[in-house]
């Protein structure tokens, strides 16, 4: 019962040790996004003294506050002083939480370990001031937790991400749609999925969440049994999620099959990269906060270069 | 298909006829069918309820794993077809594996019949020492016989033998199916059999063998011939028969297993083998069968020495009734090979009188051949029946006067006058031999009995003239050679010689009658160099001509000439033929220089004779260019000719120049013999008397004429070739009905020194006769014919007739006729040992391999209760298993029928509820 009644606790998926791994790490925006407080990241608004970023020649219609007076002395020409301003961060975590991800061997399927994700991400980034909220889906827009800055709006996450009967994803597009719709303002959005669905249309809802200028994280969860086919045996595999099922002998087929895999994850990655989007092939046999650590440290280094960049030019 | 081999061994239609089962009826037995193809098909059941028996997976990754099975589907087709085949070979190799034992289960209840056959012939007496004790061949064999049986009882299968010995054949010894207690019987049966003193030959055995196979229902045979396997049996002269009858006696399937048992004894594989020496009698033959008393009678006795090297001083004991007469008991030197040694022996007491004659001090080989024995019947005087159809003239007396003369001086001969008619009724048997002097012609009885008293071992003498008719003579009695009688008579005899032609031949100094044979008995002592010049002289003035050659040109084993006349032709008939071969001597060749002195001489006188006009000299001149032996004291003047015609390039020459002279001369035939039945007739083409020669008196060769008539005598009393009975032969005696009593008994007579062998227990005292048994005679129209089979043992067997007594009168004494056996030394005394090529050879129809020499150091197990060898036991066989067996189990393992290292079975079964495996399981 003890163990019932903490599977039924949604705060399962906050995961100590990962926390305690990840807690002196920080999620930043790879781009510019929209906040309402100031925070930690970039807004695409400009401010004031904040920090400096350019002069830019008066044009009709400017707010005649920001203009240079000392460029006009010196230049007699109207120059407009722009400042960054910055900003807190909207982050959506978007779970797949169908039928597929309920598949697992080792201590976590793969719908605990993304759910764990989540709620990870989700902590770290209420302790940055910046709010997040969860979207989970199937078959369709399952549930909705508007983003939130207030450090208990991580029950909510959890209690959201939290399904009892999970079903069948079908159209990921439709899906991925709605999720844009439902996120207007820019932001960060973290899709936790194994991805088992149509490449192009997994493709055409990236890219549209792209467009919206969203930064976006992938991870895509795969189960040790999903990557390594270890199965010995006549077995009946049962497809998931309507799919039909075969009775062979797996070993037999072990080499196909992880040739079909690698192709499908190269297309991943590659499709994923094609359009600016940052991915990560977790495995449930990992360890979460290695995973998680590692992945940030990575995204630490890039912002870090990128801004070196920036002042570069 | 598994066939074992030893089943294979019989080809399908011979066992299928037979209706024996072969391994091919046993997997076409649909039940073995059934079963095999259930066994086959095992692997693909288990296949089947290994693909029922899977683990449940639910699973989300189907896309690749639909996608593998698209793409492998094919190259997984075939791989598992083919370890589907792997495995189905794997249980067919294992059906192969156990076939053989399902063949023995089978075959068990085909079983083998063993014929043995114990040759207990004489040779098998060969006796040595052996650890101090004296051993027999016999003595072996039938230990070999003993361990056989013992042997063959080890098999699985049922074993029926069947023993006999070969001397009779018609006496199962032991026919059984051999277990413990048959074992113990045949142990004592063995121990009865004693070896005989026959003569027997191999194929006997090999027939009897096939009789046996023919009736026998067990489908395995063998026939074990356990003999000394004497060299004289099988390379002999019966080889080739004996070798078809192996022949088909393996035609039928039967293995002949040939047990040598003879000392010293041959090792496997030694081919040819060591024997002992032996010598034996091969023959003691008197000059007569009948004497007067007091009569001195030549012997003569054959001994063989079948060693390679010559015995001195030998001593050869002869006995008469048992008692030793020093007189002919003497030291012999027995060369290698043939020696004959002849003694006299005159004899005292009437009536039969056994002689024996034993080589003392032989150690070992056969001790039955070194006596031998003879029987010669004494009487006061010796009845000689003659009948004369000439008359007596004022200047001739009568034919039988002569002859009767003659006998009557010698002694112990009393002439029996009769004449032609008289033949008709009259029985012959008393008389020893037949003089038929001049006789015009015989009744068809008197021919009849004639032919008879010839067939059964008699001679009849004829001496032609001028009362004989041509023509009676040529159809009743030569009857186109199937008669008594040798040649054809021409139409009438030669016209008397005249005056003239007489003086005339007297002085040519020419061979009036040439001696062809002059080794034959009747002419051996006229033969002789110092009297054959009186021959010269010898007129013959008539005699019967007979018809020319080529129309009687008989068989000359038949026939024989021993007197021939010269030939009176013209010498122009052969003066060409005789110049062209002379030509031909080769004188100037330089090759025969050393015999030119001799060769010219001898030409120049045929050249001379050819310019004369008489023939003889040509044929004297031929004679002595074939024959000039030269001078040893001086050959260069002087040289042998024979060695020049022995030489192969003059041999055509020679035969040519012999033929030539032979024709030269020799003319019409005056004495010759003929063989009929097992007795002969001599005939003289002239008078007995002087009607028509003058050799009975009045010329310079009439002195020859009473020892020629004498040994004529001697001859047609004496003992032939028929007379030598061996032991085992059958005795048939036929006489005349009307005179005898249809019943006859037989007694026996043992040598002096009865050898121990078959049925010799009672040992009589010496001399004495052992009544044997009754016969009763069997009777056909005027024969009564007595028969007597069972003479296995060396001796006089006699016959007692009982004559009918004439009407009105007291039954008179039984007659007595005695026959002698003797032990067969001439075909079983040679203990010379066959090669086992010889042995083991077949004539070409039968089956190689399956006659073979079995020698006293291999094992008889193997051979008679064979373990069933098959391809089963190859190694090859395992070999295949075994990487058939790794192959599949590669493929199995490449194929994930198996686990890998470190590889779990399944993981747990994950069917919905979204637990976390390791808490799905603690539920």
């Known amino acids: 019962m003890a163990t019932a009644a903490k599977t039924d606790d949604p705060r399962r998926f906050l995961h100590p040790e990962t926390i305690a791994r990840i807690s002196r790490l920080d999620l930043r925006a790879q781009h510019v996004v929209e906040g309402f407080i100031s925070g930690m990241h970039r807004s695409p608004f400009f401010g004031h003294s904040v920090e400096f970023v350019q002069h830019r020649e008066y044009t009709p219609g400017d707010d005649i506050r920001h203009l240079d007076w000392k460029v006009w002395s010196k230049t007699d020409r109207y120059y407009i002083k722009q400042y960054e301003a910055e900003t807190n961060l909207r982050c959506n975590v978007v779970v797949d939480v169908s039928e597929s991800m309920h598949y697992g061997r080792g201590a976590l399927n793969k719908y605990a370990y993304g759910c764990t994700i989540g709620a990870c991400l989700g902590y770290l980034l209420l302790r940055q001031q910046d709010a997040v909220g969860a979207i989970t889906f199937d078959s369709d827009v399952r549930q909705i937790v508007p983003p939130r800055s207030q450090q208990r709006h991580i029950d909510a996450i959890c209690k959201a991400m939290d399904v009892s009967r999970p079903r069948e994803k079908t159209d990921v597009e439709k899906i991925l749609r709605r999720v844009t719709e439902s996120v207007p303002s820019r932001g960060m959005i973290v899709l936790i999925s194994d991805l088992l669905v149509d490449r192009p249309a997994l493709f055409r809802g990236l890219e549209m969440l792209t467009q919206r200028r969203h930064d976006i994280l992938v991870f895509h969860v795969m189960d040790d049994d999903e990557l390594t086919f270890p199965f010995a045996g006549t077995t009946r595999f049962e497809g998931m999620e309507e799919l039909p099922q075969l009775t062979c002998d797996p070993r037999a087929l072990r080499d196909g099959y992880i040739e079909a895999l690698e192709e499908y994850l190269v297309e991943v990655r590659r499709g994923c990269t094609r359009v600016g989007i940052d991915y990560a092939l977790v495995r449930t046999g990992d360890t979460l906060d290695a995973v998680l650590s590692k992945f940030l440290h990575h995204r630490m280094a890039v912002r870090a270069s990128a801004k070196m960049g920036s002042h570069a030019q | ?406 006998l009557g001086v010698a002694k112990g001969y009393t002439a029996v006058q009769k004449t032609a008619r008289d033949l008709d009724d009259l029985d012959l048997d008393p008389y020893p031999c037949v003089y038929l002097l001049n006789v015009a012609t015989l009744g068809e009885k008197a021919i009849k009995r004639l032919e008879d008293y010839v067939t059964r071992g008699g001679r009849v003498a004829f001496f032609v003239g001028d009362k004989v008719r041509a023509g009676h003579y040529n159809e009743a009695l030569y009857k186109n050679g199937q008669g008594l009688f040798p040649v054809p008579l021409a139409a009438r005899p030669t016209d008397k010689l005249e005056t003239d032609e007489k003086v005339k031949r007297l002085f040519e100094n020419q061979y009036q009658v040439y001696l062809r044979d002059p080794d034959h008995p009747i002419f051996r002592e006229a033969a002789q160099a110092k009297y054959r010049e009186v021959f010269k002289f010898l007129l013959i003035d008539q005699y019967w001509p007979a018809l020319p050659r080529f129309q009687w040109n008989a068989d000359p084993n038949k026939v024989k000439e021993l007197v021939t006349l010269p030939n009176r032709k013209s010498l122009e008939d052969y003066r060409f033929r005789a110049a062209e071969l002379n030509n031909q001597v080769p004188v100037g060749d330089e090759k025969h220089e050393k015999y030119r002195p001799a060769l010219e001489v001898h030409r120049r006188a045929v050249r001379d004779s050819l310019a004369g006009d008489a023939l003889f000299t040509l044929g004297n001149a031929l004679e002595r260019l074939l024959n000039d032996r030269g001078n040893p004291a001086d050959l260069t003047k002087f040289p042998d000719l024979k060695e020049f015609w022995d030489l192969p390039e003059n041999q055509k020459l020679r035969n040519e120049l012999n033929a030539l002279r032979e024709t030269v001369q020799y003319g019409d035939p005056l004495v010759l013999t003929n063989r009929f039945g097992k007795g002969q007739v001599v005939a003289f083409l002239t008078t007995a008397g002087r009607a028509w020669n003058d050799w009975a008196g009045g010329c310079p060769a009439s002195w020859t004429y009473p020892m020629t008539i004498l040994d004529l005598q001697k001859w047609l009393t004496g003992t032939g070739e028929e007379s030598n009975y061996n032991v085992g032969d059958p005795l048939e005696v036929v006489v005349d009905a009307g005179r005898y009593e249809p019943k006859a008994s037989v007694e026996y007579q043992p040598p002096p020194t009865a050898p121990k062998g078959e049925g010799a227990a009672a040992e009589p005292a010496r001399g004495d006769r052992i009544p044997l048994k009754d016969l009763a005679g069997a009777t056909k129209d005027t024969t009564l014919t007595f028969s007597f089979a069972d003479a296995r043992q060396p001796g006089v067997y006699f016959l007692k007739l009982q004559p009918k007594p004439a009407p009105g009168q007291a039954a008179t004494d039984p007659e007595e006729r005695a026959y002698v056996y003797n032990v067969d030394t001439e075909n079983e005394g040679d203990l010379k040992r066959a090669s086992k090529e010889s042995v083991e050879r077949s004539g070409g129809a039968g089956e190689r391999g399956r006659v073979m020499l079995v020698t006293p150091d291999m094992g008889l197990r193997e051979h008679v209760a064979p373990k069933r060898k098959d391809a089963s036991e190859t190694p090859w066989l395992y070999l295949v298993i075994l990487m058939v067996l790794i192959v599949e189990q590669a493929l199995a393992v490449h194929l994930s029928f198996h686990l890998k290292g470190g590889e779990s079975m399944l993981p747990p079964m994950m069917r919905g509820g979204g637990q976390p495996a390791a808490a799905a399981e603690a539920a």
Not at chain 2, 22 to 30: A, E, G, I, R
Request: hydrophobic share 45%; proline share 4%.
């Open chain 2, 1 to 406: 298909m598994t066939v074992p081999l030893a089943a294979s061994q019989f080809t399908k239609p011979q066992a299928a006829r037979e209706g024996i089962p072969t391994m091919f009826d046993v997997f076409l037995h649909p039940g073995f069918m059934i079963a095999g193809l259930a066994l086959v098909s095992a692997p693909i059941i288990i296949h089947l309820i290994n693909r029922m028996r899977f683990k449940r997976v639910r699973w989300a990754a189907m896309e690749f794993l639909l996608k593998s099975q698209k793409r492998n589907r094919r190259r997984l087709i075939i791989e598992q077809l083919i370890l589907l085949a792997l495995r189905c070979l794997l249980i067919a190799l294992a059906g192969f594996l156990v076939a053989r034992f399902v063949g023995n289960i089978i075959n068990t209840e085909s079983s083998t019949l063993h014929l043995v056959v114990l040759d207990d012939t004489l040779s098998m007496n060969d006796r040595w020492k052996e650890e101090g004790d004296e051993k027999k061949a016999f003595d072996v064999a039938r230990q070999r016989v003993r361990q056989l049986a013992k042997d063959a009882a080890t098999a699985n299968s049922p074993q029926r033998m069947k023993v006999v010995t070969l001397s009779n054949l018609e006496n199962v010894i032991f026919s059984e199916r051999l277990n413990d207690q048959s074992l113990a019987d045949l142990g004592k049966k063995l121990d009865d059999v004693r070896p005989s003193l026959l003569h027997v030959k191999p194929a006997e055995a090999v027939k009897w063998a096939r009789e046996q196979v023919g009736a026998a229902q067990e489908p395995q045979r063998y026939l074990h011939f356990v003999s000394d396997l004497r060299d004289a049996d099988w390379s002999g002269a019966d080889a080739d028969a004996l070798a078809q009858e192996v022949d088909g006696l393996t035609g039928t399937g039967t293995r002949v297993l040939l047990l040598d048992v003879a000392h010293p004894y041959r090792s496997e594989k030694q081919p040819v083998a060591l024997h002992h020496d032996n010598m034996g009698i091969t023959d003691l033959r008197p000059e007569t069968r009948f004497a007067a008393e007091g009569m001195p009678v030549q012997f003569t006795v054959t001994i063989h020495n079948y060693s390679a090297a010559e015995r001195k001083a030998v001593f050869l004991e002869t006995r008469v009734n048992g008692e030793v007469r020093f007189e002919a008991t003497q030291p012999v030197d027995v060369k290698v090979g043939e020696t004959k040694h002849t003694f006299m022996i005159g004899f005292n007491k009437p009536g039969y009188n056994q002689v024996a004659v034993t080589l003392q001090g032989e150690d070992a080989g056969v001790e039955a051949d070194n006596t031998r024995i003879a029987v010669v019947e004494v009487r006061k005087q010796v009845p000689v029946l003659m009948v004369d159809g000439s008359e007596a003239n004022p200047n001739v007396q009568k034919d039988s006067y002569y002859v009767a003369t003659v």
